[in-house]
């Protein structure tokens, strides 16, 4: 089992920045894959970045590619997305997860554990 809790979201104007970190317990070890999802009212569930919790690659959604970078901790267990110049489409409820995998799968159904997610809001 993993737990997984989310923090750093927030209103921010467009432009700005914010850091969402994602703290994993339990059994959090190098064979699990690291992701960020966001949704937004009304929308599917889309996948934002991911990366192998040795570090080892990432991978973006070509909406964040440039802007957002995904980085871990593993001395304090710690998945965090920086996100850079933010515009009000970023707008969302953002969601870390993890899958036991190698691969960096962008799908929802490939991952096992959720956070309770959190909020960004980016005014215009």
Do not use: H
């Amino acid at each position: 089992q993993v737990q997984l809790v989310e923090s750093g979201g927030g209103l921010v104007q467009a432009g700005g920045s914010l850091r969402l970190s994602c703290a994993a317990s339990g059994r959090a070890d190098s064979m699990y894959v690291m992701g960020w999802f966001r949704q937004a009212p009304g929308k599917e569930r889309e996948f934002v970045a991911g990366i192998r919790w040795s570090g080892s690659s990432t991978y973006y959604a070509d909406s964040v590619k440039g802007r957002f970078t995904i980085s871990r901790d593993n001395a304090k267990n710690t998945v965090v997305l920086q996100m850079n110049s933010l515009k009000p489409e970023d707008t969302a409820v953002y969601y870390c997860a993890a899958c036991r995998s190698t691969i960096i799968f962008t799908s929802t159904r490939a991952y096992d554990y959720w956070g309770q997610g959190t909020q960004v809001t980016v005014s215009s």
